[in-house]
């Protein structure tokens, strides 16, 4: 069964940092585009970050230069590493996996993890 | 960054009847491939979304029938041809031929 499984969220302070995990089952991360997308709430749906199967990073313009994006071949699990946090990056976070040899839509979501900022 | 923009935002919708939801970008979104890089996602309450359709009107393993998208170059629709209890939620177009990959504000479907 494909399945992804995000963990790491929590309450912290502004200015902390925090580090999400995406563990994947049933299929090899860095084989795909793997993406970390971002609710917060009430609202919709925003891609934060993503790392393409050739391992190059992309990020939205908010959190350039305090989020990196990584995976662990070995653990076969993506990572959100967050820094500098800000009372807006609270939100849900999913990791969904993309495409590999041709698109078709990001088909696999986890359930996601909560990320609260607030002092 | 592209933006996409949805309509109606709310759909009250009669079990049976048809919906059709609307989804617009600042670009066009058909790539030299000649594929349009739109998909439609749906999220039920309490859920992460789920993908329904991609490349503006190929559905998604597992989806029913009765979701169908149409559409190219900036505009787009996702049709439901009879609505069924269980599709209510909030549908998601998105746009995936430049990064970042953006979201439509989503459309909230109920049922009267």
């Known amino acids: 069964e494909l399945q992804l499984v995000e963990s790491g969220g929590g309450l912290i302070q502004p200015g902390g940092s925090l580090r999400l995990s995406c563990a994947a089952s049933?299929?090899?991360?860095?084989?795909?585009?793997m993406t970390w997308v971002r609710q917060a709430p009430g609202k919709g749906l925003q891609c934060v970050s993503v790392?393409?199967?050739?391992?190059?990073?992309y990020y939205t313009d908010s959190v350039k230069g305090r989020f990196t994006v990584s995976r662990d071949n070995s653990k076969n699990t993506l990572f959100l590493q967050m820094n500098s946090l800000r009372v807006d990056d609270t939100a849900v976070y999913y990791c969904?996996?993309?495409?590999?040899?041709?698109?078709?839509?990001?088909?696999?979501w986890g359930q996601g993890t909560a990320v609260t900022v607030s002092s | 960054d592209i933006v996409m923009t949805q309509s109606p935002l709310s759909l009250p919708v009669t079990p049976g009847e048809p919906a059709s939801i609307s989804c617009r970008s600042s670009?066009?979104?058909?790539?030299?491939?000649?594929?349009?890089?739109l998909d439609w996602y749906l999220q039920k309450p309490g859920q992460p979304p789920q993908l329904l359709i991609s490349l503006g009107s190929t559905r998604a393993s597992g989806v029913p029938d009765r979701f169908s998208g149409s559409g190219s170059g900036t505009d787009f629709t996702l049709e439901i041809s009879g609505v069924e209890a269980e599709d209510v939620g909030i549908y998601y177009c998105?746009?995936?031929?430049?990064?970042?990959?953006?979201f439509g504000q989503g459309t909230k479907v109920e049922i009267k």
């Open positions: 049933g299929f090899t991360v860095s084989r795909y585009y």
């Open positions: 790392i393409y199967s050739a391992g190059n990073t």
């Open positions: 998105m746009q995936a031929l430049q990064p970042p990959r953006t």
């Open positions: 670009q066009s979104l058909l790539h030299k491939n000649g594929y349009n890089y």
């Open positions: 969904a996996r993309g495409e590999a040899d041709y698109y078709y839509g990001l088909d696999v």
